[in-house]
């Protein structure tokens, strides 16, 4: 791979990470652990070094942990909150190489292979990393080794830097479980009497796979470097945000907009790379009081346009007090949606790109959320046979089926007067006196017993529709377990 | 003829028109199916009556009508205006529950026009602007055989003559068909 050049692995480990993270947070003084449910239990889940000197591990139930030591302080463990730490820990280290991938869940691999003398050598640059670490209050064990085997076998099982060259005499005295296998194997070959690695090395390779299946050899060569590995270093997040820094404060609108037309260029140029496109933007105006205005712009579908973004953002930005005037303009899309690159045809429909515009403008000034569109529901129910769902977070759907008609407008029920499970022929709604003249029905519909309504909890319903000779068309329905009378919709 | 079209119907496109009565739901779906295109339906949110797509399917496919609730009076007239204006839309059916003042139903106009599409105001009964293009009243008519029939009167109208029709909705072919006075 690399001919004449000697690769070389730092392995770091956090064997705290959890309970430095919390402790940098907020300090204690004394016997310290970050308590989490596992199987059943409140266990430790990691805990400081005051509390280990005490005689608890982790693992242990917190109940056992609070009798062995009551001057323990706990708090609850949040462990994804510990991996963003480990992913900002990652960022960190990539001032020392650009190879830096993640190793387990407390752990981090680098790859130093020709960075090191830009520290001044390998001493050197372990005590910068030891230095920094130690400064963030953190706990950190560092192995340097050729392979990412023998680097993190050095950091678990006894610090210390493996020389270049074969590995084999800095590994030999470490026990087989620095070879990452699980615990039962090692117990297994600590039955065998293999107890280092350099026991491991010396035995014939052909009845340990026999025995062991061919991951144990693999490990080892892995960590002796006779077989390969390679370190994938983990890529940042594309960052959707661009920002200008003007020379002169400005406070038109007009030279507003123009700067905000260069940010979005660039910005939009960013989203074609990736295939995605914004939902929703913030732009941020600095003024030269140092005060801060945000206008947000939420997009009724994903767009990378800046030509049709540009004039949903003028309403927001007409609002903005420029004071003394914007000397720096960040634009940022907060909400980014894939948005694939689509073959333009003479076929598209060209009114729909129109009505998205009118959406995402409106929806500037009545809120995207109030704006609406209908899809079927699966449901007899009359309320509940369609969803209203908004219009920018919704596809259109047809699929439309009634198989009885249904009023064009349906309102809360209404009650009205009536004797039995007829229709009465003279009844009165909202101050009209109606006279039946023709009654189709009933339809009976049952409330759907599996959802909690509080509107159904009157039973059944038997629905009418109900054509008054004063000509309004009526749904009524009668409820025979609550014997009334209601109007709930009006026809066509 | 019996199934002739009605005179007016549709009213002049980009203008502002208004209906009143109890069948105005019907005639600004009449005219959503007529128009083609999207339909725009401003409402205010404490409207407690819900149009309902399971019962409208038969005039409009539900998919082409959006719905903006808004919180107020001046909020509707502001969106449907700025729809009007868009071009976006075909049909702009705004809800109303106050009366509309000249300015107000002016600026409708010159939306309507700018943007060439149509604008329906429904209103209570008596409390349209001056500014309106057309304006209706339609009222079901009951009819032991028929269950669309309805009464549309017009009773403004800037630019011709008023009238009195009985139409029903044919929902095969999706079209307002005008019932002679002789079968009534």
Redesign the interface.
Known sequence: MFDGIQRRVVSLWFPRLASDRALRLHPVEGPFALTLKQQNANRIYCLNAAAAQQGLHQGMPYADARAFCPSLQSRMAQPEQDRRFLHTLRRWATRYCPWVGLEGEDGLVMDITGSAHLFGGEEAMLADMRMGLMRAGLSAQIGLADTRGAAWALAHYGEGVAPGGDALPALKSLPVAALRIDDRMSITLRRLGLHTIGDLAQTARAPLTRRFGPGLLLRLDQALGTQPEEISPYADPPHYAVRMTLPEPIGLLSDVMAGAERLLVQLCAKLRTQEVGARNLCITLRRVDQGCQRVELQLARPLRDPQRILPLFERGLSEVDAGFGIDQLRLEATWVETLPAQQISHVSGGGKDKLDDLISRLGTRIGLENIQRFLPADSHIPERSFIVAPAAYSDPASGWVSAQPRPICLFPPEPIAGADARPPTRFRWRRMALTCARTIGPERIAPEWWLEDENWRSGLRDYWRVETREGRRLWLFYTPQNPGWFVQGEFA | MQHAEVPFFPPTASRTHEVCG??A??FA?ALAARLA??T?WVRE?WD????????????V???????????KHT?TL??AE??LR????SLVVMSLNQPLGLTEGRRLQLAARDGMSTGLAIIPEGMGSNAAETRWRC????D?KD??LQ?WELIKNKSGTLGVWHVR?DTASRRITMVSPARK
Request: hydrophobic letters at 40%; charged letters at 10%.
């Open positions: 109890a069948g739901y019907v779906f295109g999207y725009m949110n407690s009556t819900q149009i309902n797509p399971t019962g409208f399917v038969d005039f496919e539900p998919s082409v009508l959006t719905v903006c609730n808004t919180g909020e502001a969106v700025e729809a868009s071009g976006a839309v009222t079901p008519v009951f032991p269950s669309t009464k909705w």
